[in-house]
């Protein structure tokens, strides 16, 4: 069973930068879309940022021009970037791999920004 597994959380100052990263434990034919989730207590899941297999991006508003997804398919890999961070972007992490009609999900990392 192919699992995705998340690391590069963790604690920093507001201001401050991450990158996550999210590796498939084994191979995964025609990935789509790779995406990163978050939930921070008492709130519900949110897409935080997607990237498709043609490249093409999409970001929540809360994080344009402070984040940025990228992935390495050789890898199957897909990174989040995050600079200028917030209180507010504290949360567990999910990154998820599409590819139809399978969905994967990694067991989350959680990010903490210290104001």
């Known amino acids: 069973q192919v699992q995705l597994v998340e690391s590069g959380g963790g604690l920093v100052q507001s201001g401050g930068s991450l990158t996550l990263s999210c590796a498939a434990t084994?191979?995964?034919?025609?990935?789509?879309?790779m995406r990163w989730f978050r939930q921070a207590p008492r709130s519900q899941r949110e897409l935080v940022a997607s990237i498709r297999s043609v490249g093409t991006t999409e970001y929540a508003d809360s994080v344009k021009g402070r984040f940025t997804i990228s992935r390495d398919d050789a890898k199957n890999t897909v990174y989040l970037r995050m600079n200028s961070l917030k209180s507010e972007d504290t949360a567990v992490y999910y990154c998820n791999f599409v590819a139809y009609p399978a969905s994967y999900w990694g067991q989350g990392t959680q990010v903490t920004v210290s104001s």
């Open positions: 084994g191979p995964i034919a025609n990935i789509n879309t």
